[in-house]
Every structure is written in structure tokens, then in C-alpha cells.
């Protein structure tokens, strides 16, 4: 008997406990009561702690405490008032994608200050802004480029040098960007091929003749362009060595004199006399 009597009391506890988290209200007097606490609490300044936002103003205290005891019975109810992102403010630039010539950066921000919740709307406008930066014209780099025996040089598809005397040296100014430079370069005998170097102002090295350019033994149609595509047929050039090129202590090839550079080819083979090189520089 004692058991019963036990688990009837355990079970009216749980029934209290319960039913007090349920809500009380149908649907229809639900909806008048939060038309009620937006009209008569809200908008006379009741600070909500649904996430409603409130008007200013400032309630009395009897007037107050039903708003509060109001907002218990909606919380029971599960209402929640729906709150509209915005933005938060936007953070730093990031560093400017060219140093001269005219670049871009960017700042980011998030729709987070509040963040949308319940059912809220999500902030309008763009996350990302782009701002145009360093448009200051670059300083011309210096291009040299010798070739065994007759040179044409390209930039970014517009002839600019061409000589058949296998001492002449090609001597530019490069405007800063430039994204092709190409050689086509007619070798009469010999094992020598293309030396080239490029300075940027300041007299450091920015580009020299190596692996890192492609060549071709065939011309083809746009080669010399910046958007050409490279076929099978473009491989990396030969490397002659650094004492290749040097044919005497007064030739003009002696005026390339960046450390690291190479003389190369496109083909060990006779019948290949002409090559056709790229360096894509951007």
C-alpha cells in the first residue's frame, strides 16, 4: 500500500512538472496574446528576452510585471520573435595584388551583427568589396637578348627588335607588366643559341635565359602572343652551360652577365635552325 501510494504522489509531481512546461493557450487566443505583447509591451519599450526588439520607452512597474508574466506564457508557447541579420563592419584590406601598374584588394565582412535567427532575413549587399589600388606606373625593366645568329624579339606579341648580324644585341625597355616575352632566333652554325636577361629599375635580375622558358622547333600561328597555347610539341630548352656563349673577351654576348643565366636551344639537330622560345613572365 505504501508502494502505491508512493508512485501515485511521483506520478502527480510528473504531471505537475509536466503540464506547467506545456502551453495553455490554443492557437487562436495564442495569436491575440502575441499581438497583445507586441502592442501593449513591445512597442512601449518592454525589453523582451525572446529576441524581439523592443521601442524606446520606458513602462511602469505594474505595467511591467504583466509584460513579464505575458512573455512566461510565450516562452511556454515556444514563440520567438525572428531576428534580422546585418553586417558587421568590414575588415582590413588585404595587400594589393600588383606593387605598380594598377592592382586590386579586398575587405570581407559577415552577416553577423546579429546573425539571422527565427526565421529572420538575411542582410543585403555583398560580403566582399573590391577597391583598385597602386596605379602608379611601373618602371620599364631592360631586356638583353642575344642569339647565334639572327634575332627577332617579341613583346607580349608585337615585334620590337630584329637583326641578322649574329653580334648585334638586342637592348629594350620592357614596360612593366608584360606577360610574353619570345625569341625566335635562326642559328647559321654552330652550337649557340639564345642568352637573354631582363633588369627590373633598381638593376636586380628579373628574368634570364634557362629551363624555365619553353621552346618549339616549328612556327606556329600566334605564337608569340600572350594567349597562345602551348602544344606536345613546346618542350624546355636545351642547356648549353654559362661558357657556351662566351666567344671572346670583347663580344657583346659578354654584357649579359646575370649570374644565373644559360645560353639555350630547342634541338641538338642540325635540320632544327630555327627556334621558337616563350617566357611567360604573368
Known sequence: MKHFCASVVLLTLLVLIVTSYECPLKNKKLNKKIKQYSKKCLQKGFQSSLGCESSDGKLKKKASRKCGKLEQVLKKCGHTCPTDGNWSDFGDWSDCSAACGGGSRKRRRSCSDPAPANGGSNCVGDAEETQECNDQPCEPYTLKVLCDDHTTVYIDGVQKYTDTNWQALASLSVPSPTRVIAVKCYNGGGEYGIVAGMKDAEGNDFMVSNNSWMCAGVEEIGWEKPDFVEGDNWKQP?????????????????????????????????????????????
Open 238 to 282: 636545351l642547356d648549353r652551360g654559362d661558357g657556351h656563349f662566351m666567344r671572346s673577351a670583347g663580344s657583346p654576348w659578354n654584357q649579359i652577365n646575370s649570374a644565373d643565366r644559360r645560353s639555350i636551344w630547342s634541338s641538338r639537330g642540325e635540320k632544327d635552325r630555327t627556334a621558337y622560345c616563350r617566357k611567360i613572365l604573368i
